[in-house]
């Protein structure tokens, strides 16, 4: 019982000295406290500085992806310039060749032109169908088919009695169709007489009946208009 009564006197003092007082409590609630402030501040601190890292990390990914699309745009533009550069090469060339073309049809213009001018002055000398041409080298004469047939042959025999034989020379204007339009007499037999006059007229009379083959061209495709002398010959 003794020994049990010291233990308690002995233990009580110690709990006594261990036990904190009211100043002390008060002081370890505001270090604490503070503490957790302190430590709610670091907490918060923390989390804007998560949120700022993030929104740099955001930044920097977007600064990226801008300069990516940048560092495409960029070499679209100058594979743009690339092409239109030989583009207007190209365009240039064909400019220049249109250029040429443009003298070379102007000149071979002016040489058709002068050429067609040239051939339009020489078809305008070369007669048509139908056109009163004078007998040349170029032009074949017309002939006449049926000249022995309309030839004269007077009855009176005494109309030619003691004269020498003779030539009547017919003027005749024969048609691209070898029709006989109009004839005058240029040569007549000679004399004044009655007899060499009624000669003439039955020439000229005679020469209205002709049908001739009509005066052409060398390659006989047009048939011209033309004066030409007929000589009935008189025996």
Excluded at 108 to 116: H, S, V
Excluded at 132 to 141: F, H, N
Aim: glycine share 6%; proline share 4%; hydrophobic share 45%.
């Amino acid at each position: 019982m003794r020994i049990a009564l010291s233990l308690l006197l002995i233990a009580l003092p110690l709990a006594a000295a261990k036990k904190p007082t009211a100043a002390q409590l008060q002081a370890q609630v505001k270090r604490l406290t503070e503490e957790r402030d302190d430590l709610k501040q670091r907490l918060a601190a923390t989390e804007d500085l998560q949120k700022d890292i993030g929104s740099a990390r955001k930044a920097r990914d977007l600064a990226k992806a801008e300069a990516e699309s940048a560092r495409k745009e960029t070499e679209q533009l100058r594979a743009t310039l690339r092409e239109n550069q030989g583009g207007s090469d190209a365009l240039l060339k064909d400019l220049q060749d249109a250029k040429q073309a443009t003298v070379e049809a102007r000149t071979e213009a002016a040489r058709l032109k002068a050429e067609n001018e040239a051939l339009q002055l020489k078809t305008a000398a070369v007669p048509g169908e139908g056109d009163l041409v004078q007998l040349a080298a170029d032009i074949q004469p017309a002939r006449a088919i049926n000249l022995n047939r309309a030839t004269p042959r007077l009855k009176a025999p005494s109309l030619f009695a003691g004269r020498p034989k003779g030539v009547v020379v017919v003027h005749v204007l024969i048609s691209e169709k070898g029709d006989v339009l109009a004839a005058r007499l240029i040569q007549g037999l000679p004399g004044d007489s009655a007899e060499a006059r009624e000669a003439g007229e039955a020439c000229v009379e005679a020469a209205k009946h002709l049908v001739f083959d009509p005066a052409s061209s060398k390659d006989g495709k047009t048939k011209f208009k033309v004066w030409q002398g007929v000589g009935f010959y008189l025996d």
